[in-house]
C-alpha cells in the first residue's frame, strides 16, 4: 500500500478495450461511472486492468475489493492458465494507495487477502504485470508480487512513500530483496528514490523492457 504523488508524465502506450467489469470508480461522460477493474479472457490469458485513469489508476478501498474478487474469478476460470495485470491508459501501471481516499482503505489493513487487491495470496497460475508508466509504491508492490514483469522503456519505478512515511505493507519488504538482493531493495526502500526501466532492468527487477505501447502485447505473447 503506498502513494500516488508523481513527478512528470513519461510517454505511454494504448489502453486495452473493456470486457467483463468488477466495481466502481470515476466518470466517464454522460453520467456514466467506469469500473475501476476489469477482468477479460484473450485466449488463455486473463486480463486485468486496474482503471482509474483520474488518479494514475492508484487504488482506493473499492478497487481493492474489486482486485481481490477479479484474482478469485481468475483462480476459480479454468480455461485461464495466466493471468496478465495491467494499468489502463497507459501514463501509468499503479501509483499505489490513492491518499485522497484513505478512509476507503479501513478494515483494509488487516484483510487476509492484502490492503491492495491479494498481495498476501498465492496465486496457483503464473502471472505477469504489463507495465507502462509509474509502477509507485503499491503499485511496484503489486508488480513484484507477479511472476514476470514486462515494462516499456519509459515507466518508472520507485518507493516514494517513504519520503512520507509511508510503510510498504503489501509483501514489498519481502519481495523487493528476493528479486534484486538485500542491497538494492534498501536502497530504493530507505531512500525513496525512482529509477527509469533501465535501471530496473539492470538490477533484475524487470524481465524485459519494450517500446512504449509494447508492454501489452509482449505479456499476452509470453501468456
Not at 503506498?2 to 473493456?18: C, F, I, M, V
Not at 466518470?27 to 477479460?40: F, K, S
Not at 528479486?179 to 524485459?208: F, K, N, P, Y
Request: proline fraction near 7%.
Amino acid at each position: 500500500m503506498s502513494e500516488s504523488r508523481l513527478p512528470r508524465d513519461p510517454d505511454g502506450g494504448p489502453a486495452p478495450g473493456t470486457s467483463a467489469e468488477s466495481g466502481a470508480s470515476g466518470p466517464i461522460g454522460d453520467g456514466a461511472v467506469a469500473p475501476p477493474v476489469r477482468y477479460e479472457r484473450i485466449g488463455a490469458a486473463a486480463l486485468l486492468t486496474i482503471d482509474r485513469q483520474h488518479r494514475r489508476n492508484a487504488v482506493d478501498g473499492p478497487t481493492a475489493a474489486a482486485l481481490h474478487d477479479a484474482y478469485l474469478r481468475f483462480e476459480d476460470d479454468e480455461q485461464a492458465r495466466v493471468l496478465v495485470l495491467t494499468g489502463a491508459g497507459g501514463l501509468s501501471f499503479c501509483a499505489g494507495a490513492d491518499l485522497k481516499a484513505t478512509e476507503t482503505f479501513a478494515g483494509r489493513l488487516e484483510a487476509g487477502e492484502g490492503p491492495m487487491g491479494f498481495t498476501r495470496l498465492t496465486p496457483s497460475k503464473p502471472t505477469i504485470a504489463a507495465i507502462s508508466g509509474f509502477c509507485l509504491a503499491g503499485g511496484l508492490e503489486l508488480a513484484l508480487w507477479c511472476d514476470l514483469r514486462i515494462a516499456t522503456e519509459t515507466s518508472t519505478f520507485g518507493c516514494p512513500e517513504r519520503r512520507w512515511g509511508v510503510p510498504l505493507v503489501d509483501g514489498g519488504t519481502q519481495r523487493l530483496p528476493r528479486i534484486v538482493g538485500l542491497g538494492r531493495a534498501l536502497d530504493l526502500i530507505l531512500t525513496g528514490r525512482m529509477i527509469d526501466a533501465a535501471e530496473a532492468m539492470s538490477m533484475g527487477l524487470l524481465t524485459e523492457v519494450v517500446p512504449p505501447g509494447a508492454h501489452l502485447e509482449r505479456a499476452l505473447a509470453l501468456a
